[in-house]
């Protein structure tokens, strides 16, 4: 049976989006089945629409569907990437963590596997404690880290964020397409590991 994968993100401006499809392209390509998932916005309107970038991203995802617990319920790993904000990962997540109570009282969140990934403004502007805090989150689900480590030579081309891939603003470059396809590809591997 193929490993079923989320790939959950929230994106401001794009760069998560751009690795989440990443993401979804190199698992379903590993022979996972993948539910593509954006976290719901919640900053308020008149914000979001006073940043044309911003206003254009929201419309750009509207027809992916925003995530609900079911879609970790439903899942064996989940491929997770956020925006760093302030060392952390974006309130948008966040806040759809803080929903997933019931599933992580019932043990639906437990032996998971789960990697993450991140951007921020500058290299060194918290994407390494983001990744962590992500990871954190996820063992007290009991779910299972794949980081990538540095088990791929592209790790020592990517910058060599040994916790996740992680990035600053823009487009995927092809070392960065290639970092996620691995960090995908582990992830799927270790779900079907767990799953047999």
């Known amino acids: 049976m193929a490993p079923k994968i989320t790939v959950l993100f929230y994106s401001t401006y794009g760069t998560n ?8 392209r190199a698992a379903e390509a590993a022979g996972a089945e993948v539910r593509l998932r ?8 008149d914000v979001v629409d006073g ?11 509207k027809d992916i569907p925003e995530a609900k617990p079911d879609d970790m319920e439903w899942a064996d790993g989940y491929f997770i990437s956020v925006p760093t904000r302030f060392g952390v990962p974006a309130s948008q997540f966040r806040a759809f963590i803080d929903t997933l109570g019931p599933s992580w009282q019932s043990g639906a ?16 502007g918290g994407q390494e404690t983001t990744i962590q805090s992500v990871y954190v989150t996820a063992m007290h689900w009991g779910a299972i880290i794949v980081p990538p480590g540095y088990a ?7 910058g060599g964020n040994p916790y996740g891939y992680s990035c600053t ?6 070392t960065g397409k290639k970092s996620v396809a691995f ?3 582990r992830l799927v591997e270790y779900a079907g590991k767990l799953g047999n």
């Open 169 to 174: 603003p823009g487009e995927l470059d092809e």
């Open 109 to 124: 969140l437990a032996n998971k596997v789960v990697t993450a990934t991140t951007s921020a403004q500058n290299p060194h």
């Open 152 to 158: 791929d030579p592209v790790k020592f081309e990517d």
């Open 38 to 45: 954006r976290c719901q916005e919640t900053a308020p309107a």
């Open 17 to 24: 989006h751009g690795v989440a499809l990443e993401a979804a």
């Open 51 to 61: 940043q044309e970038a911003w206003r254009d991203q929201l419309e750009k995802t």
């Open 183 to 185: 960090q995908a590809k």
